[in-house]
């Protein structure tokens, strides 16, 4: 079975967001974990490596991905950052990654954020973020957004693709996570929160795709892809499902 992956008709780029399946990974980690460092066995990784940027067109290479920190700094990639998986050189401490570069493939991992490609397909510029709530309330959205404009994409060029992550019907959050997502989307953000108790329930895919309007992309260029990752268990790894043990979901995006 070969790995299933997810594409967005808004990207033109060699893209995926991958699955649970389709890979060669046993137990807790089965089958298509992408995760490098969450205890499966590194040749099974390596395996499925391949195996995901193969469904995604993307044959036999290197690709840059950072230590993700839930902050957010997003790096612009070169080819000086390509690396196997578990290969050496410097890992930087990033959530999200642009490039203008061909052939370089930006990852993120994900297991109940929201992950985010990104392209401009008339300046040929990508990028790819690993959206939680605590990157998203610190505004990644902007950071990213800016990053490609340096290097001269234009906001109404961007298209986005808002991959499978936690939504609505399972995100419940304290009044913290509320207070500072009013404080990004302000009167923008009510439609996101809903009141259940002394929680919320916050709509974290359309707030990330609020923020992006609010910055100026279209909203007609932006793609939410359903699934929930908590619902769904046979076909994503959520972390709150798991309360940590499992393995990771990755996108991927690549300039031809
Ligand atoms: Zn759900």
Not at 52 to 81: M, R, S, W
Request: glycine fraction near 10%.
């Amino acid at each position: 079975m070969p790995a299933e992956i997810i594409k967005s008709e808004f990207i033109i780029s060699k893209h995926g967001f991958s699955t649970r399946n389709g890979g060669v990974s046993t137990g807790v980690y089965s089958s298509l974990n992408l995760g490098l460092n969450r205890g499966d066995d590194e040749e099974k990784v390596k395996r499925n490596w391949e195996l995901f940027l193969e469904a995604c067109g993307i044959d036999g290479q290197p690709f840059v991905c950072g230590n993700q920190v839930h902050g957010k700094y997003v790096h612009i990639a070169t080819k000086k950052d390509l690396r196997p998986p578990y290969g050496k050189g410097n890992v930087v401490e990033a959530d999200g990654f642009v490039t203008n570069e061909p052939g370089v493939p930006l990852a993120i991992f994900t297991a109940d954020c929201v992950p985010v490609l990104l392209e401009d397909t008339k300046n040929k510029i990508i990028g790819a973020v690993h959206c939680g709530w605590r990157s998203a309330v610190a505004d990644i959205e902007g950071e990213g957004l800016n990053k490609m404009l340096s290097l001269g994409a234009e906001t109404d060029e961007i298209r986005i693709a808002i991959g499978p992550a936690i939504e609505k019907c399972c995100f419940e959050v304290g009044p913290e996570v509320v207070e500072a997502l009013r404080d990004l989307l302000k009167e923008d953000a009510e439609p996101f929160v809903v009141p259940r108790g002394d929680k919320y329930m916050v709509d974290l895919k359309g707030a990330v795709r609020q923020r992006f309007i609010q910055l100026g992309v279209k909203p007609w260029n932006i793609d939410i892809i359903d699934g929930c990752t908590l619902c769904e268990p046979d076909r994503f790894w959520s972390h709150r499902y798991t309360g940590g043990v499992r393995g990771s979901q990755a996108s991927v995006i690549m300039l031809s």
